[in-house]
């Protein structure tokens, strides 16, 4: 049977959690699910005889270096067979019947370029609610035009989103093969190419926040990666005439600044300059920075309001 659906989950050294998101997936004959492991230790890849048993309709399969989380969606590309694609972080998990449901209700619409559906955050230590969605949450609250521009160019994660294949394949949209952020680009890439955007308010997917995740470490390679990334989106954003600005650009430009990193702070000015950032204008921005700091101090709050609660 040709699936409907493919569901392709990027993994690195996570066995455990892995088999928690598997455990959460429906087993449905139109549902195609690829693990990529991006070249895990020995140690965690002799699980694999496990996870194969336990779950022998999902495809594993294996590179032979780690080349990050971007390197493994694209190679689950290549390999999805479904007209509609969707991604799901190895340490986060779906809610069974929702996601269900989901898979059930949209299995005919073949005309929508992308189906954007909700998500709840908890933090994996604790077990409380997480700020992680809630972005999503406040984006799916806004009003029907302004919430479908969002979900097209702000929501720059790739979980819930069921994409269509062929567009990704017809556009040549692909992930970053970056350390950091390999997701942006693809998402507001999707967006602007997506002509049909439906938006279901149906909460299939659990984001869990850990405290050694790939965001939460800063090295000079990821600032200069970090900053290549976000540039980049606002350089598309600007040649296109669209109202978005991500000043998050100049935060490792900032930080570095405040730290005393001259080598790194100089490697970010010149990411932002080969972006079309001119030195004025990157050093106003610097300035402005803490303001922005306040402004999204202030925007954290309304998002947490739109936070979705167990």
């Avoid at 692909?174 to 049909?196: K, M, Q, W």
Wanted: proline share 5%; hydrophobic share 40%; charged share 25%.
């Amino acid at each position: 049977m040709h699936p409907r659906y493919t569901l392709i989950i990027p993994h690195y050294c996570q066995p455990k959690l892995l088999e928690r998101l598997l455990d959460s997936v429906p087993v449905r004959a139109d549902l195609q699910v690829v693990v990529v492991d991006d070249g895990s230790p020995e140690d965690c890849v002799s699980r694999w005889n496990v996870l194969q048993e336990r779950f022998p309709s999902v495809e594993f399969l294996l590179l032979p270096g780690n080349r990050g989380g971007g390197a493994a969606r694209n190679e689950g590309l290549k390999v999805a067979k479904g007209d509609d694609v969707f991604f799901a972080d190895a340490d986060d998990y779906f809610y069974t019947e929702a996601l269900n449901a989901l898979l059930d209700r949209y299995a005919t619409h073949s005309s929508a370029d992308m189906i954007c559906f909700n998500a709840q955050a908890i933090d994996d230590v604790t077990g409380r609610p997480s700020s992680r969605a809630d972005r999503l949450n406040w984006i799916m609250k806004q009003s029907a035009q302004e919430r479908e521009q969002l979900l097209r160019y702000q929501h720059s994660e790739p979980w819930c989103k069921l994409i269509r294949r062929e567009l990704i394949v017809q556009k040549d949209i692909h992930f970053d093969e970056t350390p950091i952020l390999n997701d942006v680009r693809f998402s507001y890439l999707v967006g602007h190419e997506a002509v049909r955007v439906l938006v279901d308010d149906s909460v299939c997917y659990c984001v869990c926040n850990r405290p050694n995740s790939v965001g939460k470490t800063m090295v000079a390679e990821r600032k200069k990666a970090y900053t290549q990334v976000m540039a980049q989106a606002n350089h598309f954003f600007k040649q296109h005439g669209l109202p978005y600005c991500y000043k998050r650009a100049y935060r490792p430009l900032v930080f570095s600044l405040f730290r005393g990193q001259w080598q790194d702070m100089h490697v970010c000015a010149s990411e932002l300059q080969r972006h079309g950032e001119s030195s004025l204008s990157i050093w106003l921005n610097v300035c402005l920075y803490p303001w922005w700091l306040l402004q999204w101090v202030f925007r954290k709050r309304q998002y947490r309001q739109a936070r979705i609660k167990s």
